[in-house]
C-alpha cells in the first residue's frame, strides 16, 4: 500500500481520514484503488479531470501503462482528446449520436 501511495504522490498519506484530502488526492486514490483490485475491465470516466498538467501527464501514464502491462480492457469517457492513450481507439461522439471512429 505505501508503494502505491507513494507512486500516486501521496507518501505519508496512510492515515488521513478521506475527507481531509483534496479533489485530486481523492481522484489518485479512487484510481489506485481500482487498479489494486486487479479488474477484468476498467470504465474510465473523466478520471484526469480536476488534476494540473503535470499530475494529469503522470497519472495517465501511470495508469495506461498499469492497463496494457495487464493487459486490462479499459473504456475511457473524456471531454479532452489528449487523456486519449497513444494508439487507443477513439470514437467521437456530438449531439447527432456517432460522428467519427
Not at 6 to 26: D, K, M, V, Y
Not at 28 to 50: H, K, Q, T, Y
Request: neutral net charge; proline residues 5%.
Amino acid at each position: 500500500m505505501r508503494a502505491a501511495l507513494a507512486s500516486a504522490g501521496l507518501a505519508g498519506f496512510e492515515a488521513r481520514a478521506p475527507h481531509t484530502l483534496s479533489g485530486g488526492q481523492r481522484t489518485r486514490v479512487a484510481l489506485f484503488r481500482a487498479l489494486l483490485a486487479s479488474p477484468n475491465a476498467m470504465l474510465l470516466d473523466e478520471p484526469f479531470a480536476g488534476l494540473d498538467m503535470d499530475l494529469r501527464n503522470a497519472m495517465r501514464s501511470f495508469v495506461f501503462g498499469h492497463l496494457e502491462e495487464r493487459r486490462i480492457p479499459s473504456l475511457l469517457v473524456t471531454h479532452d482528446l489528449a487523456d486519449a492513450p497513444a494508439g487507443g481507439r477513439v470514437l467521437t461522439v456530438g449531439s447527432g449520436g456517432l460522428v467519427a471512429a
